[in-house]
């Protein structure tokens, strides 16, 4: 089991990027998929999430209005889309899956984090 992210990098303000994170060993029927970011001496936060079953999203205030959190099912793989971006928003993204059953057993990944650096 693994989620695999990809895609930052180093980008001028007011760019974008596109996170990718790919899943291994499971599907993603019935998860909760979201992203994380982790700034430097700051607690990582949560920032976007979707549910694989209903498609219900949430967006942080942080990146509302600015990012789009998608899922492919076909490809196991969920994104998000990132625009005008900020030097604030330089962070290690981490995705994340989660699942909560009735039974009360409940299944949790990381992905291994994807470096993003806004430049101003």
């Known amino acids: 089991v693994q989620l695999q992210a990809s895609g930052g990098g180093l980008v001028q303000a007011g760019g974008s990027l596109r996170l990718s994170c790919a899943a291994s060993?499971?599907?993603?029927?019935?998860?909760?998929l979201g992203w994380f970011r982790q700034a430097p001496g700051k607690r990582r936060e949560g920032i976007a999430c979707?549910?694989?079953?209903?498609?219900?999203?949430y967006y942080a205030d942080s990146v509302k209005h600015r990012s789009t959190i998608s899922i492919d099912n076909a490809k196991n793989t969920v994104y998000l889309q990132m625009n005008s971006l900020k030097p604030e928003d330089t962070a290690v993204y981490y995705c994340?899956?989660?699942?909560?059953?009735?039974?009360?057993?409940?299944?949790?990944?990381w992905g291994q984090g994807t470096l993003v650096t806004v430049s101003s």
């Open positions: 060993g499971f599907s993603f029927d019935d998860y909760a």
């Open positions: 994340n899956a989660d699942r909560r059953l009735l039974t009360g057993a409940s299944y949790n990944y």
């Open positions: 979707i549910s694989s079953a209903h498609g219900n999203l």
